[in-house]
Structure formats: C-alpha cells, structure tokens
C-alpha cells in the first residue's frame, strides 16, 4: 500500500536548478531510508543520495556532491531533491525510493519500494 509519486522534472539549462519532490503514502517510515537515483539511456540506474528517517542522515553521490541537497518534510511526508548548477550529464530519469535498511544503501537493488519517476533534461 506505499506509494512514492516524484513531480518537479522539467529542461532546464546548464547551471540552472530544479527541486524535485517526492510524495510518500500509505505508511511513515520510522526506520530506514530515502534515496534519489536517477537513469540516462543506455546507462546503469545510478544512486544519487540518500537521507535516513530517523537521524536526517545524508549521503550523496561523488558526480553531485556540493550541487544537489536532499531534504524531508515529515509531518507532511514528502522528501526533496534541490538541484543546482545542473548540467547536461545530469539528464536522466530521477527516481525516489525507499529502503528498510538503516545504513549506508547505495545499491538500487537494495530499495523496496519505488516511484515511477520524473524526467530532467539539461540542455547545453
């Protein structure tokens, strides 16, 4: 019964920003974890960050540390995606999902439940 909707996706221009958004229901997570991933064309689903439920915990990916920022509303359940200085490698399929493992979860495949995803295009 969760469901994860992202929305916020757009085309944006190299060194403009976006915030994406991510809706969760059905359930509050007291324990676990949220991450953003994100998919290119012929490209691996890539992990992007992560904030863990109970101690606000960040981890962010190597490729966009410094310019992305994750970030919970929790009495409203909604996790965020700030997005700045984008760039064109930065054009991909971006998904939000949740983990019931506490730690550090950088592998999509360790992810339960997930959203269906927004698309961002950064042109050049």
């Known amino acids: 019964q969760v469901q994860l909707v992202e929305s916020g996706g757009g085309l944006v221009q190299t060194g403009g920003s976006l915030r994406l958004s991510c809706a969760v229901s059905?359930?509050?997570?007291?324990?676990?974890?949220m991450g953003w991933f994100r998919q290119a064309p012929g490209k691996e689903r890539e992990f992007v960050a992560f904030?863990?439920?109970?101690?606000?915990?960040?981890y962010y990916s190597e490729s966009v540390k410094g310019r992305f920022a994750i970030s919970r509303d929790g009495p409203k359940n909604t996790y965020y995606l700030e997005m700045n200085s984008l760039k064109p490698d930065d054009t991909a399929v971006y998904y939000c999902?949740?983990?019931?493992?506490?730690?550090?979860?950088?592998?999509?495949?360790?992810?339960?439940?997930w959203g269906q995803g927004t698309q961002v295009i950064v042109s050049s």
């Open positions: 999902a949740v983990s019931l493992v506490f730690g550090r979860v950088t592998t999509w495949r360790d992810y339960m439940y």
């Open positions: 904030i863990r439920f109970n101690d606000d915990i960040t």
């Open positions: 059905g359930r509050t997570f007291s324990s676990g974890t």
